[in-house]
């Protein structure tokens, strides 16, 4: 029989859950409009002349529009996904993926031997410069203790055009009574849709003991800086209406973010 405080935990659990879902629909919903749009478009532009359809899709370089492939809106789970970077950091080696914020910075100790598909995802979208003048989007500080990174869009609704696979997730042992496990304070985990397999950019940062469904990548920990640098702007508090979740009041913004061998 459960208690009041663990009831009110797996609440806030499903709470979290919920909202990535409804984060995943609106993508999909996003998703099935454009392709209606286009589909339409290209009707439209075909029968006043096939060539600028065609020619439409090109810039003045004969290059393919990046927008096109704009990591706004990821792919469905129903549909064929982009496949993720080719593999290119030495398997067995660490990493660390370093952060500078406005708010301080952020060193992220990452094992390639655990997470490979994530650590490498994150070394080529960091090469890119994939995250630089991003913002940390969610902060929770209510029996959920994370903030949220790594969406261009700063919404919670974008991500680099393709997903990975899930890694580790048997890392922080076997789940309790409520199917819950605690990703420790300095954690750093994958933030998905709700579905497997459907991790992108976006990451989580544990500033405070958090029970959650082992589903969620853990790949990396925090320094000792980077845990004092996330707690001061939890201590900040949310904006919004919603208490305990939202963006935070100190807004955070990734000037810099770069991942290296160590």
């Not at 797996?10 to 409804?22: D, H």
């Not at 708010?103 to 960091?126: H, R, Y």
């Not at 579905?195 to 589903?215: A, I, M, R, Y």
């Not at 919603?242 to 770069?258: F, H, L, R, S, W």
Request: hydrophobic share 35%; glycine share 12%.
């Amino acid at each position: 029989m459960v208690n009041s405080e663990q009831r009110r935990r797996q609440l806030a659990r499903e709470k979290f859950e919920r909202q990535q879902q409804r984060r995943a629909e609106i993508r999909r919903g996003a998703r099935r409009r454009n392709a209606i749009i286009a589909s339409a478009l290209a009707v439209v532009l075909a029968a006043a002349g096939g060539a600028y359809a065609i020619a439409g899709l090109t810039d003045d370089n004969g290059e393919k529009d990046v927008a096109q492939d704009s990591p706004s809106a990821p792919p469905s789970p129903t549909e064929s996904k982009p496949a993720g970077p080719k593999m290119t950091i030495d398997a067995k080696a660490k990493y660390t993926m370093t952060l500078k914020t406005n708010q301080g910075g952020i060193g992220i100790a990452m094992d390639a031997a655990k997470t490979p598909e994530t650590v490498n995802s994150f070394k080529s979208l960091a090469d890119k410069k994939f995250f630089d003048g991003t913002k940390c989007h969610r902060l929770t500080t209510e029996n959920i203790f994370v903030l949220q990174c790594g969406d261009p869009k700063g919404d919670g609704t974008g991500g680099p055009g393709y997903t990975i696979a899930d890694e580790n997730l048997d890392a922080l042992g076997k789940p309790a009574a409520d199917g819950a496990v605690t990703y420790p304070a300095g954690s750093v985990a994958m933030a998905n849709t709700g579905q497997p397999n459907s991790g992108g950019s976006q990451f989580f940062l544990v500033w405070k003991d958090t029970k959650l469904p082992p589903s969620y990548t853990p790949f990396g920990t925090m320094d000792a800086e980077g845990l004092k640098t996330v707690k001061a702007v939890a201590a900040g508090g949310v904006t919004g209406e919603t208490k305990g979740d939202g963006a935070p009041k100190k807004t955070v913004t990734i000037e810099k973010g770069t991942v290296d061998k160590t």
